[in-house]
């Protein structure tokens, strides 16, 4: 089965079995990062959709028990619920839905001197924007790069925006670039533990 159509049945997965675009949307924003927290006119602003169609989806959500649910004085937080026995199934279709497996394994694949690597901006936050900005830590060839970002983005149907730099450059930026909330998708050091993100 060749990667393009394996891509195509991984995109119209999600959209079949969830027929409601909200709640797909929830899917993405909790379970892309399960560190995101929001509330309901957060989402519902960001969404573009009234907040009386995204309660009723949080509300299924959260009776699902999917989401857990906070209060903070008269808001209520909102969060992937980790402990759900089905959340990392969930989280593996929702990565497969934007292509992040595919991101990883080519990173594994072709550029094999990468320390570490970080989607930062609007997937870190569970927003499926269309531009996925990564940072790569380590050594990388610039041509092999651009064939990466050009081959990969065309395959996962979004715009790749890579950062590289070494790990001094790196250290000085990771509060500018927001590391701390950001989502990790390999550590050469932790390899294994990296790889589950495929798995």
Do not use: C
Not at 14 to 42: C, D, H, M, Q, V
Not at 160 to 180: H, T
């Amino acid at each position: 089965m060749s990667n393009k159509f394996t891509h195509i049945i991984k995109y119209f997965m999600l959209n079949t079995l969830i027929t409601s675009k909200t709640r797909i949307n929830l899917l993405l924003k909790f379970f892309l990062n399960p560190g995101t927290k929001a509330y309901l006119r957060e989402l519902s602003a960001e969404f573009g959709e009234s907040t009386n169609s995204v309660r009723i989806e949080l509300n299924r959500l959260t009776d699902a028990k999917l989401l857990k649910s906070t209060n903070l004085g008269r808001k209520i937080i909102y969060s992937a619920n980790t402990k759900h026995n089905l959340f990392q199934d969930i989280q593996n279709v929702v990565r497969k839905f934007v292509g992040l497996d595919q991101l990883v394994e080519d990173l594994i694949k072709r550029l094999g001197s990468i320390e570490k690597a970080f989607v930062i901006g609007d997937y870190a936050k569970g927003i499926d924007s269309g531009l996925i900005d990564i940072v790569l830590v380590g050594d990388v060839d610039i041509k092999t790069l651009d064939k990466f970002v050009y081959k990969t983005g065309k395959l996962i149907k979004r715009k790749i925006r890579p950062l590289v730099l070494n790990i001094i450059e790196f250290e000085k930026l990771k509060a500018r670039l927001d590391i701390e909330n950001s989502l990790p998708i390999w550590n050469k050091s932790e390899e294994k533990v990296q790889l589950q993100l495929i798995y």
